[in-house]
């Protein structure tokens, strides 16, 4: 048997070093991405191994459990601990979706669930009920996107599924809306006049909104604390079915055209510019995984008959 020659010896040893050259110099640009953070790094979380974003430990483990959570934080998401991280405002969900969401004149979220996923031509993307409640943090609270899988996502999604329990799935290919979304009102919108409207807000909304829709026992209209620019309610045309349908509260008495007029005077007044990746978290916070178990291992085994 020969032995190897000396110059075929020098090339593989060159090669073998120019593969470790090109090792390093990957993970040292690696490194350097996730620095710059153009390519994240996972975050750490609260998971036993602190390895990946998970769940609380003590979240609730009981589906009814996490339906009454998801309820709690619906109806006082601005103050609730999980959600007033992602609030930038002093709305509440049920704000705009009254009683709980189960109002049927209010923004009703009964069968919303159904719907999803569903084409939204916003996003021009298929978009899942997480999606949407994000969007609503992003918008109708001008706050921040909470990571897809947190704490706050599960427990809105599992209550606002709840509501739809026992219906059946219609996933909508045009809109992410559900069957109790409102409907535009038969009005002659070019006849809108804000003064008209100012008003009848006045007369009909001050009480609760106050005078200068800075919110009282309602919440607030316009101004710093209240929906951005990009909400659906900033959609006057939206904002009038909705005043028309369940304002003044408890006795919604207006005509068509009263609540065109004060849809164009509120949605007249100033309120917060909407930008969207002034609202969306770093890379590295927009997911979560939401199994608990984050140790888990398995070997294949033998078959036993």
């Not at 969007?135 to 609270?141: E, I, K, L, V, Y």
């Not at 009909?204 to 919110?215: L, R, S, T």
């Not at 927009?286 to 608990?292: A, H, P, Q, R």
């Amino acid at each position: 048997m020969k032995a190897p020659r000396l110059d075929t010896l020098l090339s593989l040893m060159t090669l073998i070093l120019v593969g470790l050259g090109f090792t390093s110099l990957y993970f040292a640009i690696d490194d350097l991405r996730r620095r710059e953070g153009t390519t994240p790094a996972p975050q750490m979380g609260g998971g036993p191994t602190g390895a990946y974003p998970s769940l609380p430990t003590d979240f609730p483990e009981s589906l009814d459990q996490v339906v009454a959570l998801g309820k709690e934080i619906f109806l006082n998401t601005k103050a609730h601990p999980l959600s007033q991280p992602y609030v930038g405002n002093d709305l509440n969900c049920t704000s705009c979706h009254l009683n709980g969401g189960t109002d049927p004149k209010g923004l009703s979220l009964v069968g919303t669930a159904t719907a999803f996923p569903a084409y939204s031509p916003r996003e021009k993307a298929i978009i899942t009920l997480q999606n949407r409640i994000g969007d609503c943090f992003m918008r109708s609270m001008n706050g921040t996107l909470p990571p897809l899988g947190s704490a706050v996502m599960v427990a809105l999604d599992a209550y606002i599924t709840s509501l739809s329990q026992g219906m059946p799935m219609k996933m909508n290919p045009q809109s992410p809306t559900g069957p109790n979304a409102l409907k535009p009102l038969q009005v002659d919108w070019k006849a809108a006049d804000p003064s008209r409207g100012q008003a009848l807000y006045q007369q009909k909304c001050a009480a609760c909104h106050g005078q200068n829709g800075e919110g009282q026992v309602g919440p607030p209209l316009w101004g710093p604390r209240s929906y951005n620019a990009g909400a659906g309610m900033a959609n006057w045309h939206n904002l009038a079915a909705f005043i028309h349908g369940a304002m003044p509260l408890g006795n919604p008495n207006l005509t068509p055209e009263e609540a065109r007029d004060i849809a164009a005077f509120v949605d007249s007044q100033p309120r917060p510019e909407f930008i969207l990746k002034d609202h969306l978290p770093p890379p590295s916070g927009l997911g979560v995984y939401t199994s608990k178990v984050l140790d888990e291992s398995k070997k294949a085994q033998p078959v036993k008959p």
